[in-house]
Nanobody, 126 residues
Framework: QVQLVESGGGLVQSGGSLRLTCVVS????????MGWFRQPPGKVREFVAT???????YVADSMKGRFTISRDNTKNTVYLQMNSLKPEDTAVYYC????????????????????WGQGTQVTVSS
C-alpha cells in the first residue's frame, strides 16, 4: 500500500520561507514522478510543481523563481522549498505520486497522479 506523508506546513509571515517534505512508502520511489499541488480556500486544486524520475523539474509560472522542487531517492522523499511567500500562497498543499514509471515528461495534471497525501496547511499572514 502506497502512502505519502507530508509535513512542514505552518504559519509564516509574508516574505518568509517554508520547506515542505513528503515521505513515500510502499512503492519504488525513484522511478516515478512526484508532484505538489495546492488548494487555496474556496478554490479548486491547482498544480504547483513536479519532478520526474530523471530529476527534471517544472514549476507553475506563478511560483517560478520562488518555489523549488527536489527529491532525495535515498530517503524516498520529495521537497518543496517555498521562498518569498505571499498571502495568496495560503492553501492546503498536497504531495502526489505519479502513475507511470519512467515518465520523462512533466506531469502537471492531477489525473497523472495515482496516490495523494493528506495535505499540509500553509498560511501566510500579511
Amino acid at each position: 500500500q502506497v502512502q505519502l506523508v507530508e509535513s512542514g506546513g505552518g504559519l509564516v509571515q509574508s516574505g518568509g520561507s517554508l520547506r515542505l517534505t513528503c515521505v513515500v512508502s510502499g512503492r519504488t520511489f525513484s522511478i516515478y514522478a512526484m508532484g505538489w499541488f495546492r488548494q487555496p480556500p474556496g478554490k479548486v486544486r491547482e498544480f504547483v510543481a513536479t519532478i520526474n524520475w530523471g530529476h527534471n523539474t517544472y514549476v507553475a509560472d506563478s511560483m517560478k523563481g520562488r518555489f523549488t522542487i527536489s527529491r532525495d531517492n535515498t530517503k524516498n522523499t520529495v521537497y518543496l522549498q517555498m521562498n518569498s511567500l505571499k498571502p495568496e500562497d495560503t492553501a492546503v498543499y498536497y504531495c502526489a505520486a505519479g502513475r507511470r514509471p519512467y515518465d520523462s515528461g512533466f506531469a502537471n495534471g492531477s489525473d497523472q497522479y495515482a496516490t495523494w497525501g493528506q495535505g499540509t496547511q500553509v498560511t501566510v499572514s500579511s
